[in-house]
């Protein structure tokens, strides 16, 4: 098994909850394809290798853990299935949102957390700095250096503070 995997893995087993219809199952590539194709874009290597492993989770705790441990990050609460990335993204760039940005995951407020669109040349990238969009400021800001590192943060921030607790 490979470094990402195993991250990506961990924080599943770690993080993931039963969403409204029950466990995350894990997305075809023909779903990401398409939500690229509406959003003419590509999606980092790194989110969907996540998405096709283990789908859009639920991370309800991952919310609770780091708000009531001020850890000092914004937490997500739910990745988001190809459809409704494009759906969300173009609902968003309707409200204000840039145009050069594609929601990928949600929190508990109404922000959405996503990367910058990337030209569809052919070269998709491995993976993409993660940034939030605040809907009540109307901007975006940076959040990880990259989808892996973002995750990782997750794992070893409040994967360490849960452990001492």
């Known amino acids: 098994m490979d470094v990402r995997a195993r991250l990506y893995g961990d924080f599943a087993a770690r993080f993931a909850c039963d969403g409204l219809h029950g466990p ?12 690229e194709v509406a959003l003419e874009t590509h999606l980092p290597t790194s989110h969907r290798q996540f998405l096709c492993t283990h789908g859009p989770l639920f991370v309800p705790d991952l919310w609770e853990a780091v708000v ?14 190809p459809e409704q990335v494009v759906s969300d993204t173009r ?17 508990f407020m109404g922000n959405l957390f996503g990367f910058h669109r990337t030209a569809m040349n052919g070269i998709r990238p491995d ?23 973002w995750l ?14």
């Open 91 to 107: 609902l968003y760039w309707s409200g204000g949102m840039p145009k050069d940005f594609v929601g990928v995951a949600g929190d």
């Open 24 to 35: 995350a199952r894990p997305c075809d590539p023909l779903e990401l394809d398409r939500a």
């Open 127 to 149: 993976d993409l700095p993660v940034s939030l969009f605040d809907h009540d400021y109307v901007r975006v800001d940076p959040v990880a250096s990259s989808f892996d590192d």
């Open 68 to 81: 009531q441990r001020d850890l000092g990050t914004h937490p997500v609460r739910e990745f988001l299935a």
């Open 152 to 165: 990782k943060w997750f794992i070893e921030h409040v994967g360490a503070v849960g452990a001492t607790d």
